[in-house]
């Protein structure tokens, strides 16, 4: 996917947490809530929110604005979450003893967590409504 043409203007930055514990439904239910979304509003977001899933994504979020503020000195106020991904890992799998000898099979689910943080110029600012970003990638301007 990496080698596709990208046609977005500015810079990307990714951050990836690999082998969380979780399910990958309970983080898409988080995710799917921030997609589009800027980094503070995100992060307002994820606070309220009363998931567990919510800080392993939180601070994958404040890793990757601070991989763009390292890395290419950008402002971490304009950075857009434009991309999220969350997809299944290696499940863990333990037996849990029972009654009579028997053995009772526990799978432990892991996820991969992928998240791509871009920065909106200052010169055209498009803010996307809550109805739009639900719906889709529709944009509306000031």
């Not at 514990?21 to 929110?49: F, T, W």
């Not at 009654?99 to 996307?128: F, W």
Request: include cysteine.
């Amino acid at each position: 996917m990496e080698s596709m043409g990208n046609n977005s203007p500015g810079p990307e930055i990714r951050a990836l947490a690999r082998n969380i514990r979780m399910s990958a439904h309970k983080a898409r239910r988080v995710i799917n809530q921030i997609r589009g979304c800027s980094y503070g509003q995100a992060l307002m977001i994820l606070e309220l929110m009363p998931y567990g899933a919510c800080y392993p994504i939180s601070q994958l979020i404040h890793s990757a604005a601070a991989n763009a503020n390292h890395n290419m000195g950008l402002n971490k106020a304009n950075l857009l979450v434009s991309r999220v991904e969350v997809n299944e890992g290696a499940v863990f799998k333990r037996v849990q003893p029972r009654a009579q000898g028997r053995g009772y099979p526990i799978q432990k689910p892991t996820c991969h967590i992928t998240i791509v943080l871009e920065e909106i110029s200052r010169s055209n600012d498009p803010i996307m409504s809550i109805e739009s970003r639900k719906r889709g990638y529709v944009w509306r301007r000031k």
